[in-house]
C-alpha cells in the first residue's frame, strides 16, 4: 500500500496595528466587554465611509517580504458576500481579485532537512465579529449574542500550495510561520486566543491505484498540536476509505476537541457563492518601490538569517542555532549570555536543556531570569564552587524564584568543598583504612583510583569539588610509592 498525504493551508493572522482596518476603534480587543470597541463603520451602519488604515498595508508587506513573495505595486479590496449574523455589513472586505502579494514560500525544517512549501498568495481581509451562544453550546442554545468588537480587524490570509506532505510538516509549518510573525512584532501570534487560525486542505493520493481522494477542509484547531492531532486523524479516515474502494465527501470539517475527531460541518461552498466583487468604497491600494524599499531596509533579521549567523559567529551546530532562533526572546537571550561567559556551547547546551525544559513544565514564554543569573552560576562553577551536577540542582529554584544563584547556594546550606586539608584528611583516612587498594594501586590498578575518589564523594556528600578530588587522590597515591 501507498498512500500519499497532500495538504495545503490556509492561515489567517490577526495584526497588531492599534486601530481596525478601515475605522479608528483599537484593534486589541480580546479583554474588552461585548461591543465597546465598534462604530458606525465596522458595524456597518448605512453611509459610514471605510479608511484604509496604513500601518495594515505596511504589515502586510513585512509579512509578505518575509516569506519571499512577489508584492505588487497595484491591489484592490474586494466584497465578499455572505449573511451570517456575525457579518454586520452582509460581505467582509477582502482582496480578492488583486491580493497584495503573490507566489512566495517558506522554506520548514524537517527531520534535519530543508523542505520547500511554496505560498500561493498573501491577502489583506477584515475580521468578522463572533457569536456568543447561551450556554456555550450552539445546538443546545436557547439564543445567541453577537459581538461586534473584532469585526473590521486587520487580517492577513496566507494561502500555501498544496506541497505539504504530512500533518507534522504542516503543524512545522505553522509553528515557523509564528516564529516569524514574532521577529516581525506583527501578530501576536497566540493560536490559542484565535490571532493565529488555520484552516487545512487535505487529501490522499493512492499511488498504486493511480486516484486521489476528494479533499477535505478541516476548521477548530486551535493549537498546534490540534493541527497534526485533526490532521492524523482526517489523513487516517481518508485512508481507511480509500482501502474500502470509497471516497470521502468534499466538505468542511471541525476538529472536536472533546471526542477528538473531526466532524462535518457543511459542504463546501463555492468561490461563485461569494459574488465577488470591487469594493466600491476604497481606492485601489498603491504601494511604491520607495515605501517597499524603506520596508526592506527596516526589516530585523529573520530565523533563517540568525540561525546562520549562530553557526557562523559562535561556532555552534545547525541544531542548537535552529532551536535557539525558533523563539526571538530566547536567541536575544543567548547572546546576551554568551556575551557576558564567552561560552557559546555551554550556555547554548544550558539553554536547550535546563532552560527549556523549565519553561515547558511552567508552560510558560517568559524568561523570568536575566544573564547575570546565568553568567553568576557559570562563574561559580568556574571557579569550582559549585560542580555541573549542583547547577542543575538549583536552577529550576533559581527560574522559578528570579534569586541569584549564590543566594539559592547559601539559603540550601549547599557549597562545594574545595578544602584541600580537609579533602586529603579524608583520603589518608582511607588509605590507612585499605592498604590492600593502595597497594594494587602502586601494582599498576590506576583505576582503583575510583574508589578513593568514590570514599570522599560518601564523606562529603558528593559536595567536594570532583577535579580537586581526582588531583589529591592521584598526587598521594603517587606519593606513597
Ligand atoms: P478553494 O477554491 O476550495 O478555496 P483553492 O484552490 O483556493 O481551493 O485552495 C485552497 C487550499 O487548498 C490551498 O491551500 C491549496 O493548497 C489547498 N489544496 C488545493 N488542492 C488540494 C488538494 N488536492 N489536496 C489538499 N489541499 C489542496
Ligand atoms: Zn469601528
Ligand atoms: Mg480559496
Redo the contacts with the bound molecule.
Keep these: 500500500m501507498s498512500y500519499r498525504t ?5 492561515i489567517h493572522v490577526q495584526l497588531m496595528t492599534k486601530t481596525k482596518a478601515f475605522c479608528s476603534c483599537r484593534a486589541d480587543v480580546f479583554e474588552l466587554p461585548p461591543n465597546t470597541a465598534i462604530c458606525p463603520v465596522c458595524t456597518g451602519q448605512p453611509g459610514a465611509l471605510p479608511v484604509v488604515n496604513s500601518s495594515m498595508i505596511d504589515y502586510a508587506a513585512k509579512i509578505a517580504l518575509a516569506l519571499n513573495c512577489e508584492i505588487h505595486e497595484y491591489s484592490r479590496f474586494d466584497r465578499k458576500n455572505y449573511f451570517y449574523p456575525d457579518l454586520p455589513k452582509g460581505y467582509q472586505i477582502t482582496q480578492y481579485f488583486y491580493p497584495i502579494a503573490t507566489s512566495g514560500y517558506l522554506d520548514i525544517d524537517i527531520d534535519g532537512q530543508t523542505k520547500r512549501v511554496r505560498i ?1 498568495r498573501l491577502h489583506i481581509e477584515e475580521d468578522a465579529g463572533k457569536l456568543v451562544h447561551e450556554g456555550d453550546s450552539i445546538t443546545q442554545a436557547q439564543y445567541s449574542l453577537v459581538d461586534m468588537n473584532r469585526c473590521g480587524i486587520p487580517l492577513v490570509e496566507i ?4 506541497d505539504l506532505s504530512s500533518p507534522k510538516e504542516a503543524r512545522l509549518f505553522v509553528e515557523k510561520l509564528r516564529t516569524i510573525l514574532r521577529y516581525l512584532e506583527v501578530s501576536t501570534g497566540d493560536m490559542e486566543k484565535g490571532a493565529l487560525r488555520c484552516d487545512a ?3 490522499v493520493v493512492d499511488e498504486l491505484k493511480d486516484i ?1 481522494s476528494n ?1 477535505v ?1 478541516v476548521k477548530n484547531m486551535n493549537s498546534f498540536k490540534f493541527i497534526e492531532k485533526a490532521l492524523e486523524y482526517e489523513q487516517q479516515r481518508i485512508i481507511e476509505a480509500l482501502k474500502n474502494g470509497q471516497n470521502v465527501e468534499k466538505e468542511t470539517r471541525g476538529w472536536d476537541l472533546s471526542s477528538k475527531i473531526t466532524i462535518s460541518m457543511r459542504g ?1 461552498e463555492e ?1 461563485s457563492d461569494y459574488r465577488y466583487f470591487p469594493e466600491p468604497d476604497i481606492p485601489p491600494v498603491i504601494f511604491s518601490k520607495e515605501r517597499l524599499e524603506h520596508i526592506k531596509s527596516s526589516l530585523v533579521e529573520l530565523p533563517d538569517q540568525k540561525i546562520e549567523r549562530f553557526i557562523e559567529f559562535y561556532k555552534i551546530p545547525r541544531y542548537d542555532a535552529t532551536v535557539l532562533a525558533m523563539n526571538k526572546e530566547i536567541a536575544d537571550f543567548y547572546e546576551a549570555c554568551v556575551k557576558q561567559t564567552n561560552k557559546p556551547k555551554e550556555v547554548s547546551n544550558w539553554i536547550m536543556t535546563e532552560m527549556l525544559r523549565e519553561m515547558k513544565q511552567l508552560e510558560t514564554e517568559q524568561i523570568s531570569i536575566t544573564p547575570m543569573h546565568i553568567s553568576e552560576l557559570f562563574s561559580l562553577m568556574d571557579k569550582g564552587e559549585i560542580s555541573i551536577k549542583m547547577a542543575k540542582e538549583i536552577f529550576p529554584e533559581i527560574f522559578r524564584t528570579g534569586k541569584m544563584p549564590s543566594q539559592v547556594l547559601e539559603e540550601r546550606g549547599m557549597k562545594q568543598i574545595s578544602d584541600e586539608k580537609f579533602i586529603e584528611q579524608i583520603v589518608r583516612k582511607a588509605m590507612t583504612q585499605n592498604p590492600k587498594a593502595v597497594e594494587q594501586y602502586k601494582s599498576g590498578k590506576t583505576n582503583i583510583i575510583g574508589y578513593f575518589i568514590g570514599q570522599v564523594m560518601k564523606e562529603t556528600k558528593g559536595s567536594a569539588n570532583p577535579q580537586l578530588v581526582n588531583d589529591i587522590v592521584k598526587r598521594l597515591l603517587e606519593g606513597s610509592t
Design positions: 497532500v495538504i495545503g493551508l490556509e500561493r494561502v500555501t500550495e498544496p486542505n487535505i487529501s486521489q479533499r477542509e463546501k468561490e
